[in-house]
């Protein structure tokens, strides 16, 4: 990988980390700043668009997410993460799981966020592969 091509992972990298630090904070404001009007949202519950599903899902779910691996190409970020789930009144946790997320960048914006239930399924569906795995820690 060239210089530029690295600089553009660790950008995208970046930003990314900022939109997850946004939604683990419930901190809508900053989410939405970083995400594209347009963006895809797709889950378990099927797949939508635009920011004020965003929006409803972030003030809903109560999750918080934790990166355990990281896998990158193109404008395309695979995240293997733990995610876990609070009651936003009592703080109880509800729910924990690993899963995987889909990300999809474009002028410096979120345009496509997916949950998927396996590191695997995120691969294929994304187009990237182990030899994608990001391992210099400046970048994951």
């Not at 404001?29 to 920011?51: E, F, K, N």
């Not at 003030?59 to 355990?68: A, D, F, H, L, N």
Request: charge should be negative.
């Amino acid at each position: 990988m060239t210089e530029p091509d690295k600089c553009a992972e660790r950008g995208m990298i970046a930003l990314i980390n900022r939109w997850q630090a946004a939604v683990n904070a419930q901190d809508s404001s900053a989410l939405l700043a970083l995400t594209d009007p347009q963006v895809t949202i797709a889950g378990p519950r099927g797949t939508g668009q635009g920011l004020a599903l965003l929006q409803a899902w972030l003030e809903r779910s109560g999750i918080t997410m934790r990166t355990v691996r990281c896998f990158a190409r193109g404008d395309t970020v695979v995240l293997a993460q733990h995610g876990l789930w609070r009651d936003l009144t009592s703080g109880a946790v509800q729910g924990e799981v690993v899963f995987a997320s889909i990300f999809r960048v474009a002028a410096g914006r979120v345009t496509h966020y997916a949950r998927v239930d396996s590191l695997a399924e995120a691969l294929a569906a994304s187009g990237l592969s182990a030899a994608d795995e990001l391992t210099d820690p400046a970048i994951a």
